[in-house]
């Protein structure tokens, strides 16, 4: 497509910036929305009725892990873009766990260039901290932020003593985003329950106690240097609870729609398959997750997208991996528990959107405005859809919530002005862009 191609979606209903519905007309030109109204009359490129159909800004998702390089059996960044694209994602941010890993410059260099060639959406990628790579952590760039394993890494990505995380917290400025577990307390417990094969035990090996602790050492580490921090898919009441207490405003948290509706008694229909780190809960803490995203103590949503196939996830437990995969699904079950009344739809947006586009301080995204960037997603809110495995775009071919009626599925999918996927098909020949994150001190 031609880089001034204009676009005219007629008669959407509108999602804008102010949380109120407009039925009326989207025009983007470029890359960029050119203008919103209730009836726009210009020539364009290409005009699609939309009438019936209902128009958000494109999800952003702030934790994936999409396994390139190194790990491509699993995901590799052009199976993961395509999955995004037909889950209405249109920018996310990557995780360092991959081979090798992403620790230094060079190796952020490396992904950014991977997804250049072959991402359909937006990208954006962590710098992983090492116990030895302070200097690294300072100065990479582009990142959206540094990634702390706290807990449930292995090798030279796990940081989980206090000794080794002050120097982090303290040096440098950027966004510090913590998987808060607590891996001496996982270690002891992976000993107490040596020998239980039922992966139902893992919630009880990493349990809520071992959150908690890595979350409290985290909030005391950020408030003695007012270091910005993130807390990545909070799991439990109890640190709903304590961020409920204590929240400084530079701190922000998330949850995945995993941890918010599935908890550990997935483990009996689902087996492995239902295991991840942090691990999912009660269905008590399914409840205080949901309060505390209503409320706003939990800020937004990501799916810690964590693919692995399926011959992995048929090992026999403690010997499989954890993690599942969640881009394709995220928004038609945050959509669909908006139509069943749980929350609203401008809420979803703006946990799924607008919000993680604030908190990464990513400009021109996460609204539908003149001057955004033309990432957008037409849903459509009046039919309900199974979860099929056999539609299933991400490469692990598995889904968690296969089986799940939902609606507000993607009916079309838009990156920087071009239309990446429609009602089934993918534009593979479209390219995202690398994003661009601020300072990282929103909220101080
Ligand atoms: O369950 C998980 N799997 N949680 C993580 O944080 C990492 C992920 C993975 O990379 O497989």
Redesign the pocket.
């Known amino acids: 497509m031609p880089s001034d191609f204009c676009l005219l979606l007629r008669q959407a209903r509108i999602l804008l910036p102010s949380g109120k519905f407009l039925l009326g007309d989207v025009q983007t030109c470029g890359r960029k929305i050119s203008q919103v109204g209730p009836q726009i009359s210009t020539s364009v490129d290409m005009e699609i009725d939309a009438t019936g159909l209902t128009l958000l800004p494109g999800v952003i998702d702030p934790q994936v892990?999409f396994r390139e390089p190194g790990l491509e059996h699993k995901e590799d960044l052009f199976t993961a873009s395509c999955a995004c694209a037909k889950g209405g994602v249109t920018s996310f941010l990557e995780?360092p766990?991959t081979r090798p890993l992403t620790i230094t410059q060079e190796a952020l260099d490396d992904k950014l260039q991977r997804a250049a060639s072959k991402c359909l959406v937006n990208y954006g990628f962590f710098i992983g901290a090492t116990p030895a790579n302070l200097p690294d952590l300072r100065d990479a760039k582009p990142t959206c932020g540094i990634k702390i394993f706290m807990g449930?890494a292995h090798g030279d990505l796990l940081v989980d003593h206090e000794a080794v995380l002050e120097p982090i917290f303290a040096q440098g400025k950027r966004l510090i985003a913590v998987?808060a577990e607590d891996q001496a307390r996982i270690n002891q417990r992976r000993l107490e329950f040596a020998g239980i094969t039922d992966p139902a035990i893992h919630s009880q090996i990493q349990d809520s106690q071992a959150a908690l602790n890595a979350t409290k050492l985290a909030l005391k580490l950020s408030k003695k240097y007012q270091r910005r921090l993130h807390i990545l898919h909070l799991s439990t009441a109890e640190e709903a609870d304590l961020l409920r207490q204590d929240k400084p405003s530079w701190v922000t948290a998330e949850v995945t729609p995993q941890h918010l509706l599935l908890n550990s008694s997935a483990y009996e229909q689902m087996g492995t398959l239902a295991q991840?780190?942090p691990p999912l809960r009660a269905l008590h803490d399914n409840q205080v997750l949901w309060q505390a995203l209503l409320d706003g103590v939990i800020d937004f949503i990501a799916t810690?997208h964590?693919p692995?196939t399926l011959a992995e996830k048929g090992k026999v437990y403690p010997n499989t991996?954890?993690?599942m995969p969640g881009v394709e699904t995220s928004l038609p079950l945050m959509l669909t528990q908006a139509m069943q009344g749980r929350c609203s739809i401008a809420q979803v947006s703006n946990w799924m959107s607008t919000a993680p586009a604030k908190a990464y301080s990513i400009p021109k995204k996460g609204a539908i405005a003149p001057g955004y960037d033309a990432d957008l997603v037409l849903v459509d809110l009046e039919n309900y859809r199974p979860v099929l495995r056999e539609e299933v775009l991400s490469k692990c071919g598995w889904n968690p919530f296969e089986g799940w009626k939902l609606t507000g599925w993607p009916v079309m999918t838009i990156v920087g002005g071009q239309i990446v996927y429609e009602r089934g098909q993918l534009h593979t020949e479209v390219r995202g862009e690398a994003l661009s994150f601020g300072d990282g001190e929103i909220g101080r």
Request: aromatic letters at 0%.
């Open positions: 892990h995780m766990n449930s998987h991840m780190n810690d964590a692995h991996p954890s993690g």
